[in-house]
């Protein structure tokens, strides 16, 4: 069994999805997760937000121009008349739903179900279309089977359990689909697992079945070893360990989200980065295994900002190391970089939800530089402290250019490092 994703930009026109459909539908046992097409994510947001503010006439526009787009897109898809109605029926049914919020109150859990809508809709378009092709399929609901806890972590064994039900109930079916980035929560409300989530989706049901395989197909060619945007001539590295993989997703390699490698080392099952557009160009393929080649690829990632705590001697050095510690737990920001040295301490993060509050805070115990606009490079490969000029290279490449903070030796597949984002592309 494989898993396989794809992406809003593979399923985002006519003729894409009808390309993904001939990806998927020869015999192989699979289970296809889809986003929602190109865009729907994003306008689903703007209606929630025009709900949020009561901006009827805003919401209204914008519904019925994506219920428009949807209803052409099933035209365009779909021959058979009978299907075709189905589907549009279909269509207009989740949008009465969307309706609906017009008249009523609007909450954080009915935003949910707004954003819910994309996935749906995109994943019954492709079981109509596998319909008309005559490939048995089966549709399943992501709700019936993916749950978040209260701490908002997958609950892996109820995944696991509810999946191999869902599959049990379907003897003889090879092709199964199914909506990314939904769920529901601990307090069974629709939920979902944050914007780019539908890589962690296919994740979780690879985990959960012990797929053969994960497959993440977008619209480019496997993780690059240099961001494409800054540098020219950047290509494809064929292979990554989960620690590599992770720590460029986690750095700002924008191709997978970064919770998804977790699950997958957990039960060993190798991921593999595919283009859509290129079904026979090998990609990236993730797994356990790390190869000598020193250094694979490079990341950055933007909105940083830098912190930097010395001490005032109002505590003792490790009740002032805990107190900091305390305080961004308390605010539960996470710190993405952190050095630190006899009295000072410094923390780079792109969370700046409660900044304030934690700087009132620990204003009492310390002097506080920030800077804003800053970007984490982070260099990954094999980093073991015996391969030693990997460091070295590194800091002689970026010989002109500042740098604010360097980190090393927390992990044996990265150097990372925090520069003004206007040295970035040169870093880069
Ligand atoms: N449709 C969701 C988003 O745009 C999930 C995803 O695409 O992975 O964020
Ligand atoms: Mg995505």
Known sequence: MKVCKFGGTSVGTVERMKHVATLIKDATPKIVVLSATAGTTNHLEEIAANLFNREIEQVHDRITRLEFQF????NGLLTDEKLKREAIDYILDRFQQLWKFTKN??????????LAQGELISTALMHFYLRELKVPNVLLCAFDFMRIGPDNEPDLEYIEQKLREQL?????INLFITQGFICKNAYNETDNLKRGGSDYTASLIGTALQADEIQIWTDIDGMHNNDPREVS???PVKRLSFNEAEQLAFYGAKILHPFCIAPARLRNIPVRLLNSMEPSAEGTLIS?????????AIAAKDHIIYIKFESNHNLCPYLFISKIFDIFAKYKTMPCLLTSSNDNISVATDDRNFLSLILRELNKYARIWVEDKMSIISVVG???SSCIETEARIMDALRNIPLKMISYGSDENDVSLVVKVTDKAEAL
């Not at 049990?168 to 003889?172: D, F, L, N, R, V």
Request: hydrophobic share 30%.
């Open 71 to 74: 209803i052409e897109f099933a």
């Open 105 to 114: 109150s609007f909450t954080s859990v009915e935003e949910k179900e707004v």
């Open 168 to 172: 049990a109930c379907h003897p003889g």
């Open 233 to 235: 001539g950047t290509r």
């Open 288 to 296: 356990n295994l790390q190869d000598d080649n020193i250094i694979k």
């Open 382 to 384: 094999n980093m073991k």
